[in-house]
């Protein structure tokens, strides 16, 4: 009569290799979230001062460029929150 096969055992070279750790994300450095709103801030200043005063402030040279320099502005603090741990 013949006989059965024999299952083999998993080796250890065939087992999966265990998952690293993963690590936790490193925190902010302490500057980073004064500078994010500091950002968001100065630039609707900006633009407040330059609808209030007509366009003569902050910059006059740059007119209307003015509400560029402030939503630049307000633009960069935002794209920081995207970091914040």
């Known amino acids: 009569m013949p006989e059965s096969k024999s299952r083999k055992k998993p080796s250890a070279a065939d087992a999966p290799a ?7 994300p490193k925190p902010n450095p302490v500057w980073y ?3 994010m ?3 968001m801030l100065i630039g609707l200043i900006w633009i407040i ?3 209030i005063s007509e366009g003569v402030y902050p910059v006059p040279a740059l ?4 509400i560029l320099v402030g939503f630049g502005l307000a633009i960069a603090g935002f794209l920081m929150t995207t970091r914040w741990r």
Not at 18 to 24: L, M, Q
Not at 63 to 66: A, I, K
């Open 18 to 24: 265990p998952a690293k750790a993963k690590t936790a």
């Open 63 to 66: 007119g209307s460029g003015n």
């Open 37 to 39: 709103f500091g950002l």
């Open 33 to 35: 979230k004064p500078v």
């Open 49 to 51: 001062v330059f609808y």
